[in-house]
């Protein structure tokens, strides 16, 4: 059963706060993705990765950092929490784009963080 | 920006009608579509992908698509209660794999 795991499921965090969310895959996948989800807005792509140490932004990166050291291991870092940050957060993996097509994204639990 | 636009809902069905979800897309790039259901506080679920215009099938789910028009459907016949959820509409190039995400389709399925 393929899966991605996020390291918390609710996290409550103080403004100005660094924040770790930590996301890994089982199933030996190139892409990793993180999205923010928030009511009315859909999911927002904030960074992906396409191999190990290799990163791109989105479309809103501004706040936040990544980190991918291992292939299985996706990390979006929060420098300074903000409220604004307040939201849903959602990783997903797939395996790298066909001749013509994209694959299917698996997603993680997703990780409500709050923050204060 | 490319963008994935979704019929604006909430949408309200009485079991056993046919649910329709409609989603335009803006890239006239994007190759792949994915629908995805979404249940309240949980992550989203692959219910459907389509590559070729026209319909696919896959029980009780129909993914049309229209390439020239640039529109996505998903039809659900013989619509259940357990249908109801938010339904994200998704299309995608071949860049690393990204997606576009539209914003969500609430369907609620009445008994």
């Known amino acids: 059963d393929v899966k991605v795991t996020q390291s918390s499921r609710y996290l409550v965090k103080r403004t100005g706060e660094k924040v770790f969310l930590e996301c890994v895959q089982d199933?030996?996948?190139?892409?990793m993705f993180w999205y923010r989800q928030d009511p009315g807005l859909g999911l927002r792509l904030i960074y992906f990765?396409?191999?190990?140490?290799?990163?791109e932004k989105g479309d809103i990166p501004e706040g936040y950092s990544v980190s991918r050291e291992k292939k299985e291991r996706f990390s979006l870092i929060l420098e300074s929490a903000s409220t604004n940050q307040t939201s849903m957060y959602l990783c997903?993996?797939?395996?790298?784009?066909?001749?013509?097509?994209?694959?299917?994204?698996?997603f993680g639990p997703g990780t409500r963080l709050t923050v204060l | 920006q490319k963008e994935v636009e979704q019929n604006s809902g909430p949408l309200s069905v009485p079991e056993g009608a046919i649910a329709s979800l409609n989603c335009t897309y803006s890239?006239?790039?994007?190759?792949?579509f994915f629908w995805y259901r979404q249940y309240s506080g949980k992550s989203p679920e692959l219910i459907m992908f389509?590559?070729?215009?026209g319909d696919k099938e896959d029980g009780r789910f129909t993914a049309q698509l229209n390439k020239a028009s640039q529109y996505v459907s998903l039809l659900i016949r013989d619509s259940q209660p357990s249908d109801s959820a938010t339904y994200l509409c998704?299309?995608?190039?071949?860049?690393?794999?990204?997606?576009?995400f539209g914003q969500g389709t609430i369907l609620t399925v009445h008994p």
């Open positions: 997903a993996s797939s395996s790298p784009a066909g001749t013509g097509f994209n694959n299917e994204q698996f």
């Open positions: 199933m030996d996948h190139e892409n």
């Open positions: 990765s396409y191999d190990v140490k290799m990163k």
């Open positions: 890239d006239r790039g994007s190759q792949s």
């Open positions: 389509i590559y070729s215009n």
């Open positions: 998704s299309a995608g190039g071949t860049s690393y794999g990204k997606l576009t």
